[in-house]
């Protein structure tokens, strides 16, 4: 059975980081393209960030460029999303995800294994 579990959620006030990380139990981890999708209340999952198993590559919404970096270490089967100077827009539950294609894509119907959530809410 794959797990997908996330941590790192929490309160945290405008301009502020949290750090969200996911363990997997993929085998092999190193073949999954991961990805970080995030719902608030009221509105639909929404694409934030993902890293292709092939290089590291990378793709961002653009809500989020520029602030938030994902990374992952395959020796851990750990993907990381660090979010730095948060906004109240950002309250979310954050869902890890994978897929075995090396497309860093956000369509989420894509994606075959997802977390329970995280949930990162930030006030102002």
């Known amino acids: 059975q794959v797990n997908l579990v996330e941590s790192g959620g929490g309160l945290v006030q405008a301009g502020g980081s949290l750090r969200l990380s996911c363990a997997a139990s993929l085998r092999p981890f190193s073949k999954y393209t991961m990805g970080w999708f995030r719902q608030a209340p009221g509105k639909e999952r929404e694409f934030v960030a993902a890293?292709?198993?092939?290089?590291?590559?990378?793709n961002y919404a653009d809500s989020v460029k520029g602030r938030f970096t994902i990374s992952r270490d395959n020796a851990k089967n750990t993907v990381i999303l660090q979010m730095n100077n948060l906004k109240p827009e950002d309250t979310a539950v954050y869902y890890c995800a994978a897929h075995t294609s090396p497309q860093p894509h956000g369509i989420a119907s894509s994606y075959n294994y997802w977390g329970q959530g995280t949930q990162v809410t930030v006030s102002s």
């Open positions: 890293i292709s198993w092939i290089g590291g590559a990378t």
